[in-house]
């Protein structure tokens, strides 16, 4: 056999082990076009602006402490206490407003220091052109600042591969009660 037909040959086989190796063997990822996924639109800019009830007191509160140490109550700042949410979004502040959504996670104080919260929460709307569609927020909530910024990691709904920033004030803090009203504004890319 000639040099170069055996070099072929060799060349011949091992191109045909890779195919048949790559071709057989189940891929852990792969590229997707946009269009695959339905989403081959114009990426959009929306800005969403509501208000958020936190509601600790009374018989209905829609935010729970769920944990706390003996360690959380002597602190300034609770740090390490944990609290659960379902707080209702609305158009206006009046908590009689049109309801447009819940929040619903987790906050967590996360300061030895000042009064900072971890906050991990779904903004699961349910009116408009928005109904059954939510938005992923987590981020650092610095609470007696007068202006916050959390990140937007994702979305479902009209806003999957959302990306963006929430803007949050608190508009009413009742020390006593816990109880707080807080305007957000949300600025979100998406499809």
């Not at 509501?50 to 018989?59: A, R």
């Not at 104080?109 to 408009?128: C, I, P, R, Y």
């Amino acid at each position: 056999m000639a040099k170069n037909s055996k070099s072929l040959l060799i060349s011949l086989t091992i191109l045909f082990f890779i195919t048949m190796v790559t071709s057989k063997s189940p891929n852990f990822s792969q590229n997707l076009s946009l269009q695959a996924l339905g989403l081959n639109k114009q990426e959009k800019l929306s800005h969403l602006h509501f208000y958020f009830h936190d509601i600790v007191s009374g018989p209905n509160p829609t935010a729970i402490w769920a944990a706390q140490t003996p360690t959380s109550k002597k602190s300034p700042t609770l740090f390490g206490s944990i609290a659960m949410f379902d707080d209702p979004l609305t158009v206006g502040p009046e908590r009689s407003s049109k309801l447009v959504g819940r929040a619903q996670g987790i906050y967590g104080s996360a300061s030895q220091s000042e009064d900072a919260l971890l906050m991990t929460m779904n903004l699961a709307f349910v009116e408009g052109k928005f109904n059954g569609s939510s938005l992923s927020v987590f981020g650092r909530n610095a609470v007696v600042k007068a202006v916050r910024e959390m990140p937007i990691v994702g979305g479902s709904g009209v806003f999957r591969f959302a990306r963006g920033y929430v803007q949050a004030r608190t508009l009413k803090f009742n020390a006593t009660s816990g109880d707080a009203l807080v305007e957000y504004d949300v600025f979100v890319f998406h499809y």
